[in-house]
């Protein structure tokens, strides 16, 4: 039986609507989700020009409704958190261990941001009569969700604060797992954070979880910089966006860290120019991370690589999502991972327009979109 939906819908000229889609029940490994929560973050608003109908959305977290019937692994009721790395578990990157990049059914690496074997039937949302795809195979920004199996992590946890569990599939992740996972941060290393947004400030929560000794944040923003000091920030400066890839900002860096830089440098502006900017940070032999997924051709001085420096780019933390999301949310529980500190301010759908601003201009760590 088919049920209506309240829904963001990318129309692909850089404009959405509020619109109501059709979903039909779950197919034998698919489930239906009642949507509670969904974060927002700027790959949303980047889904406005794919050039494409799209439902929009790719986080989020909500309560099963209906399960299909070879599903085994959820029943109605359960409280569970939407993950867009769906993993096969069967292809060479599965099998390595790396979920996160799975060849067949990730929407990043297989299908361009578009329809993968991880995707829910294509006819089973159709609005104006119309399949319709789910952004990063989800399409959270919808009352409900119709998604494979294997996008869902059950979480058990007595009065869920579902705005703070559906922030962990996207930045949180992303934040915490560049740290831990991709970078293997040791206890008593020296940090550098480029960029104190949503994903900055999960990497500085991480690395004050991982016990660095001193964690440098970095931002243009005046505001950012004393909110990175409420998730473990030791030290801020400001810098100048006049400074041509944070040149010299970096000397004053390498002065603070004895001369010589920082153990660890993450960037995470996702300004292009700023791709390379993280090895001037670090010290020989150190390691620099690219958080924010750059996808363009930047010019790099090879001499910052000297000497036996190490860069790194990972997605999405390395995510193995039934790992990490309960690790992830002990973490919340025990009060070191700071979820409910990271969401500003929350929203209805129908204010998603004024969301995507205050996103835009700087004025929330996490935004989120919350369902009645």
Same mark, same amino acid.
């Given at each position: 039986?088919?049920?209506?939906?309240?829904?963001?819908?990318?129309?692909?000229?850089?404009?959405?609507?509020?619109?109501?889609?059709?979903?039909?029940? *779950?197919?034998?490994?698919?489930?239906?989700?009642?949507?509670?929560?969904?974060?927002?973050?700027?790959?949303?608003?980047?889904?406005?020009?794919?050039?494409?109908?799209?439902?929009?959305?790719?986080?989020?977290?909500?309560?099963?409704? !209906?399960?299909?019937?070879?599903? !085994?692994?959820?029943?109605?009721?359960?409280?569970?958190?939407?993950?867009?790395?769906?993993?096969?578990?069967?292809?060479?990157?599965?099998?390595?261990?790396?979920?996160?990049?799975?060849?067949?059914?990730? +929407?990043? @690496?297989?299908?361009?941001?578009?329809?993968? *074997?991880?995707?829910?039937?294509?006819?089973?949302?159709?609005?104006?009569?119309? *399949?319709?795809?789910?952004?990063?195979?989800?399409? =959270?920004?919808?009352?409900?969700?119709?998604?494979?199996?294997?996008?869902? @992590?059950?979480?058990?946890?007595?009065?869920?604060?579902?705005?703070?569990?559906?922030?962990?599939?996207?930045?949180?992740? =992303?934040?915490?797992?560049?740290?831990?996972?991709?970078?293997?941060?040791?206890?008593?290393?020296?940090?550098?954070?480029?960029?104190?947004?949503?994903?900055?400030?999960? @990497?500085?929560?991480?690395?004050?979880?991982?016990?660095?000794?001193?964690?440098?944040?970095?931002?243009?923003? +005046?505001?950012?910089?004393?909110?990175?000091?409420?998730?473990?920030?030791?030290?801020?400066?400001?810098?100048?966006?006049?400074?041509?890839?944070?040149?010299?900002?970096?000397?004053?860096?390498?002065?603070?860290?004895?001369?010589?830089?920082?153990?660890?440098?993450?960037?995470?502006?996702?300004?292009?120019?700023?791709?390379?900017?993280?090895?001037?940070?670090?010290?020989?032999?150190?390691?620099?991370?690219?958080?924010?997924?750059?996808?363009?051709?930047?010019?790099?001085?090879?001499?910052?690589?000297?000497?036996?420096?190490?860069?790194?780019?990972?997605?999405?933390?390395?995510?193995?999502?039934?790992?990490?999301?309960?690790?992830?949310?002990?973490?919340?529980?025990?009060?070191?991972? !700071?979820?409910?500190?990271?969401?500003?301010?929350?929203?209805?759908?129908?204010?998603?327009?004024?969301?995507?601003?205050?996103?835009?201009?700087? !004025?929330?760590?996490?935004?989120?979109?919350?369902?009645?």
């Amino acid at each position: 039986m088919s049920i209506t939906s309240k829904s963001a819908i990318a129309t692909g000229d850089g404009k959405f609507i509020i619109d109501h889609v059709t979903l039909s029940d *779950p197919l034998e490994n698919e489930v239906l989700v009642k949507m509670k929560a969904a974060g927002l973050c700027h790959t949303d608003y980047d889904s406005l020009s794919w050039g494409k109908p799209v439902l929009m959305g790719h986080e989020g977290a909500g309560l099963v409704t !209906k399960v299909g019937s070879k599903v !085994k692994n959820f029943k109605q009721g359960d409280q569970v958190i939407l993950n867009w790395a769906t993993p096969c578990m069967s292809c060479f990157q599965c099998q390595e261990g790396n979920q996160h990049i799975c060849e067949n059914n990730s +929407p990043v @690496v297989a299908g361009g941001n578009g329809y993968t *074997p991880g995707h829910a039937h294509l006819e089973g949302t159709l609005w104006k009569g119309k *399949p319709i795809e789910r952004s990063f195979n989800l399409g =959270t920004l919808s009352e409900y969700a119709l998604v494979k199996e294997s996008a869902l @992590v059950k979480v058990d946890h007595d009065n869920l604060n579902f705005s703070a569990a559906s922030i962990i599939s996207c930045g949180v992740m =992303t934040g915490y797992g560049s740290v831990v996972n991709a970078a293997k941060l040791k206890a008593g290393s020296s940090v550098v954070v480029l960029g104190c947004g949503g994903v900055g400030l999960n @990497v500085i929560n991480a690395c004050a979880i991982s016990g660095a000794a001193s964690i440098l944040a970095v931002d243009v923003n +005046p505001n950012k910089l004393e909110l990175a000091k409420q998730f473990g920030a030791t030290d801020v400066m400001l810098a100048d966006k006049s400074d041509k890839g944070l040149s010299q900002l970096a000397i004053k860096v390498k002065q603070l860290f004895d001369g010589r830089g920082a153990d660890y440098a993450f960037e995470c502006t996702a300004i292009p120019s700023l791709g390379a900017a993280p090895l001037a940070m670090i010290r020989n032999a150190g390691t620099a991370v690219q958080v924010s997924g750059i996808e363009e051709e930047i010019t790099v001085d090879m001499r910052l690589f000297e000497w036996d420096k190490i860069y790194i780019n990972p997605l999405y933390g390395k995510c193995r999502p039934e790992i990490d999301f309960p690790k992830l949310m002990r973490l919340y529980k025990k009060g070191d991972l !700071k979820l409910d500190q990271m969401i500003t301010r929350e929203y209805q759908l129908e204010d998603l327009q004024q969301a995507f601003d205050d996103m835009l201009q700087g !004025k929330n760590a996490k935004g989120v979109i919350v369902f009645n």
